[in-house]
């Protein structure tokens, strides 16, 4: 496959292991820089709200299918989905997806009904404003991500972790392998399985107060546009 390298400068992800020997998929032969999503603090406002119930995360279906490189499949958000299908039961925990699919792909989203699931249409939250409500609405993020990301050991972090982060509101995020170079344990957990998952929830739940506190934090330290974007682009104009 030709991806045009030779017409591009600088090569940046969001994956922090990308280029280097913990990604499990090649780095195509160029250098790469890399960046978490920087999110302006002030127009997201820090709060604490215990009485706020309900684990959310926003996501988008894809219609595409599995990747194979080497032999090993890179599978889809699906698959992520499918490991915690059971978590609100196991966690006795209000568990919501707000979530943008392809109609073929509805009938494999029961399962998590099945399971106790709150499913809601992703289109409701379409602009920022309702956007921003629907995080301050919530008690924190559940961070699935695709399988191919997990597979990949990429380091991938999203660019939604930083706008709950900077809210305030804990994230309970699957394991990518970010947490090689961030600290987590506080504000930010990781998760590799179901039963992991449960845990999370469960410390998350047991210091509430305190992990809203690390969360802000962490973005006030590594998120914070005002730190991030000058040696971002420091490090580009260098290369």
């Given at each position: 496959m030709d991806f045009n390298l030779k017409k591009h400068d600088v090569f940046v992800s969001?994956?922090?292991?990308?280029?280097?020997?913990?990604?499990?998929v090649p780095d195509l032969g160029v250098r790469w820089h890399h960046v978490l999503p920087p999110v302006v603090l002030e127009h997201w406002p820090f709060q604490i709200d215990p009485s706020c119930?309900?684990?959310t995360t926003v996501a988008t279906l894809s219609p595409f299918g599995?990747?194979?490189?080497?032999?090993?499949?890179?599978?889809?958000k699906h698959d992520g989905l499918r490991r915690v299908a059971d978590l609100p039961r196991r966690a006795k925990a209000e568990l919501e997806l707000a979530v943008k699919y392809y109609r073929e792909e509805e009938p494999g989203l029961s399962h998590l009904?099945?399971?106790?699931?709150?499913?809601s249409d992703a289109a409701r939250i379409g602009d920022l404003g309702e956007y921003q409500a629907y995080i301050r609405r919530s008690r924190?993020?559940?961070?699935i991500v695709q399988s191919a990301q997990v597979t990949a050991r990429s380091g991938w972090f999203s660019d939604r972790w930083s706008h709950y982060l900077a809210s305030g509101k804990p994230i309970l995020a699957q394991s990518t392998d970010f947490e090689r170079w961030l600290?987590?344990?506080?504000?930010?957990?990781?998760?590799?399985?179901v039963d992991e998952a449960v845990d999370g929830i469960a410390r998350i739940n047991g210091?509430?107060?305190?992990?809203?506190?690390?969360?802000?934090e962490f973005a006030e330290e590594y998120?914070?546009?005002?730190k991030v974007l000058p040696r971002f682009l420091e490090a580009c104009t260098a290369s």
């Open positions: 969001t994956g922090l292991n990308i280029g280097t020997p913990y990604a499990r119930r309900r684990f599995d990747v194979y490189y080497r032999g090993e499949r890179y599978g889809t009904k099945d399971n106790g699931w709150i499913l924190g993020e559940l961070g600290p987590t344990g506080r504000g930010i957990l990781t998760f590799n399985d210091d509430y107060v305190a992990h809203c506190r690390a969360a802000r998120l914070d546009h005002g």
